[in-house]
């Protein structure tokens, strides 16, 4: 049987790693619109579809990483609400973060409300960079 402890211990060690790979995410974001302007420039119209190509992919990985964070935070929470049924108590913290999650719910791919306004601004400004005229 596991403790509290451990499934937190856990959840911060994913988010270590989720971090991490956010961090190569944003660094490459930042590569995405220095291409998009770069391109944006010229008349290159197989640059203009190949950093189009490299965008779409970035913000699809940054999507995928907020999912992982969702994945990883609900499962979390099922694990405390496991523990509990067990009769373990658990913290009060830890029974905030159930009400807040959503135990056992399948890896998703969409965002939410937030989510989608801040990818689709993303995906704006890329796209106006490299297809609109200066």
Not at 33 to 48: P, T, Y
Not at 70 to 78: D, H, Q, R
């Amino acid at each position: 049987m596991f403790t509290e402890l451990e499934v937190w211990n856990l959840f911060w060690l994913s988010g270590i790693s989720n971090a991490a790979w956010f961090a190569g995410l944003a660094f490459l974001l930042w590569v995405s619109f220095r291409a998009a302007n770069l391109v944006g420039e010229s008349d290159n119209m197989i640059g203009k579809i190949a950093v189009t190509a490299f965008c779409l992919v970035i913000v699809y990985q940054l999507n995928f990483n907020a999912a992982l964070v969702e994945w990883a935070s609900n499962g979390t929470a099922s694990a405390l609400v496991y523990l509990q049924s067990q009769g373990t108590e658990i913290s009060v913290g830890a029974q905030r973060f159930v009400e807040f999650m959503e135990p056992g719910k399948e890896f998703n791919l969409m965002p939410n409300g937030i989510g989608w306004v801040f990818l689709i601004t993303i995906l704006a400004m890329q796209m106006s960079s490299i297809w609109m005229k200066k």
